[in-house]
């Protein structure tokens, strides 16, 4: 998929002030994304894709006057791929982690969903207990509410994506007392939570929001609140070459600017409905 | 860039999953073996329901993918009602004993054509000798047919162990944390495929190295004519490598 925006003065007179390496920018960018999240990036049935993403980098692209083509690549093979150099941006809603960071660099933030956990029906566990909105890992509450989760999920299954902050989650605070099964794809927690061999899944909160609303997983319903800041707060970013400063300086400026005049917010609120600005961006 | 000590980190990582690896290959191995008896004996049964019952399965565990079986039985049964909320669910919810049924279910398939390999290969001079001298036809069965068709099927059996060894893999694909389960997380965290795979690979390919070399150990034990080459070297085109 090819996207071309016409520079528009404006804007890149407004960037060129706050990142001068601009200059030094290829004329083109190389985006890998893997579609397979909705609605951060959806794969349509004819081969293009859609979604957060893809309109925010497209905002993004058209601040930084530059060329950019989006394309589909396996989630897998991606960190190769970029620091092979065939690709020049990894752009699959990946979380910010220390890990990764060893190996790649990322750009701000441009989503912070959060987590939060889902059940079957009649489960029992729909009397986690839950709060109105977002609970924040930091709030002094929290470590009280985690143990009583920890008590009411004694002896479950609880599925998470390998290797994701959900993992890392659900290890540190359910590990000791529940069995943590680790998958390679979220569809594959949901059919397992549905058949029985798992009991709760913790997954980012856009990706329950969006499961629950499907007609096939009418039985699943969310349970718990929202977990966010702490070890959530770091939140996706786009993944970059280690040596690409100049690119990852004018990203980073361009998505700032993209929260700052409200864009974020209202793409955000159109794919996912509700607000994904990270705080640090708001 | 390939980093050395990563994959040496990586190799330490993944080694925890070899004594997974080795229950999953050897219990699938040795229920897939025993099954490929009585498979073949069907096959190969007058009977003809008897007969192409066997056929129809061994040409559907062998013309399929492996991973569509473990996928069917994992996934597949699962919504099936009666297993779902039978009494077989104890053993259905749990991946383990997927991984094992279709890894059993698959090896048995292949293995049943090389028994019956073997058992067409026992030479007719031998079963009438073993008739003229009086011998009852399970006796026969026990001291003539079956030892002579075992040790002709031994490299084909050979064979069938290592892609075992490898087809373990596959289990990580239901959540069985194996080699390959492990290097899947490993890369997910650490997003170094190469080093993480060079790691997974140098372990897969030991393991067939001793297979390959202990199943040839075994055959040249069962074989006194190999034995008795001048020189005492066994032949290295034999065997299951």
Known sequence: MRLTFVPRTLALAALLAAAPALAELPATLRIATDAESPPYSIAKPDGSVEGYEIDLIKVACEKMAVECIVEVSDFS?????????KFDVIMASMSITDKRREVIEFSVPYGGTGNTMAALKGSGLEDLPTTDGKLSLLDPQT????????????????????ASVSADFAKTNFGAVAEVREYQKSDEITLDLLAGRVDVMVNGRSYIFNAIQQPQNAEMMLVGPVFDEGMFGLGTGLGLRKQDTELKAALDAALTATAAEGIMKALSEKWFGFDVTPASLR | MIELSFIWEAFLTLLPGVPLTLQLAAVSFVLGAALAVPVAMMRMARNRILAATAKL??????????LLQIFLIYYGLAQVDFIRHGPLWV????????????LTLNMAAYASEAVRGGLLSVPHGQIEAARAGGMSRPLMLRRIILPLAMRQSLPAFGNELIIMIKSTSLASMITVMEITGLASRLMSETYRVVEVLLAAGAIYLTMSFLSARGVRALEHWLNPQLRNVAGGMPELERGAA
């Open chain 1, 77 to 85: 093979g991606m960190i190769p791929a970029l620091n092979a150099g």
């Open chain 1, 143 to 162: 470590p009280a509410m985690l143990a009583t989760m920890a008590e009411m999920l004694k002896g479950k299954v609880i599925g998470v994506e390998a």
């Open chain 2, 57 to 66: 399965y061994i040409t559907v565990f062998r013309g399929t993918p492996l």
């Open chain 2, 91 to 102: 053993l259905f919810r749990d991946p383990y004993f997927c991984a094992i049924l279709a």
